[in-house]
């Protein structure tokens, strides 16, 4: 029985996506482990490796293998002897693969607040929830091209378009893995955080009374709830010391109990003119 290129595709990519969400609970796992003196930040950047891997995944495994079937497919047709057996797995597939979709995008809504899908990736600092997102749409996406193309093939008697449809897969899961490539490298680079954290610091260090001015404020996410701050500021010159560790000590308090992500401060004095 000649199978759909386009199902085997999907077939592939389904087993791909199985060992996607594996190396993405093998992440998350690592990304637990407590700091130690060879890790002093701790192991949170573990996540954001295994989600690059997993990108890396899809587009050599799923990806590659589809664009192979179905260039193979559309040099040398072959008809689907028995699409019955092709419509019933690609319908059951997409009721599955539906209610996944579902399930990832009730988990990535919570994370919107108000904001739109393009805005909400890039802010987000935990790439497990788009992660997952993408390759479910990528497979609703792909498993309706290729119920397209079996209909098609079937319809017009072209088995050729059972090919083109594999290459469409391909292709959509090539673009998927690029753009999870993309995200996923900015954050293993290491991101800021978000803009009103920054903001927030900022303000709390100002109104201290101690401080002359805020010259720098610099985050770094080492996690996606793990936020390396360091702070400069310049402090009156005639400030007793014992005064200044008071100020620091209650702007690191004030600081760590509003944002329970920043897990490490470091902060400086520093005169306003070595900054320029």
Not at 149 to 161: K, R, T, W, Y
Not at 199 to 211: G, Q, T
Not at 237 to 264: F, S
Request: net charge negative; charged share 20%.
């Amino acid at each position: 029985i000649t199978g759909s290129a386009a199902m085997m595709s999907e077939g592939i990519h389904s087993v791909v996506g199985t060992g996607n969400q594996v190396l993405l609970l093998y992440g998350m796992k690592r990304a637990e482990r407590p700091a130690n003196e060879r890790f002093p930040f701790g192991h949170g950047k573990e996540v954001y490796f295994w989600c690059f891997v997993v990108a890396i995944m899809i587009f050599a495994l799923g990806a590659g293998v589809s664009l192979y079937e179905g260039v193979h497919r559309t040099l040398h047709p072959e008809p689907v002897t028995n699409p019955i057996v092709n419509y019933v797995v690609l319908t059951a597939a997409m009721i599955f693969e539906g209610a996944a979709w579902y399930f990832a995008w009730r988990e990535f809504k919570k994370s919107m607040r108000g904001r739109g899908i393009r805005e909400t990736i890039r802010a987000s600092k935990d790439p497990t929830t788009f992660v997952v997102l993408f390759e479910d749409s990528a497979a609703m996406l792909g498993l309706l091209v290729a119920l397209i193309g079996l209909i098609l093939s079937q319809a017009l008697e072209l088995p050729v378009l059972d090919g083109v449809a594999s290459i469409g897969i391909g292709l959509i899961l090539a673009v998927t893995a690029i753009m999870l490539a993309i995200r996923t490298k900015s954050l293993l680079i290491g991101e800021s955080a978000d803009p009103n954290i920054v903001a927030d610091v900022r303000r709390r260090a100002a109104s201290i009374n101690a401080v002359e001015a805020v010259n720098q404020v610099l985050t770094l996410h080492m996690g996606p709830h793990h936020v390396l701050l360091t702070v400069t500021l310049d402090f009156q010159n005639d400030l007793p010391a014992g005064d200044m560790e008071q100020a620091i000590d209650r702007l690191t308090r004030e600081i760590k109990e509003c944002h329970q992500d920043i897990t490490h401060v470091f902060i400086e004095a520093e005169s306003e003119r070595a900054e320029s």
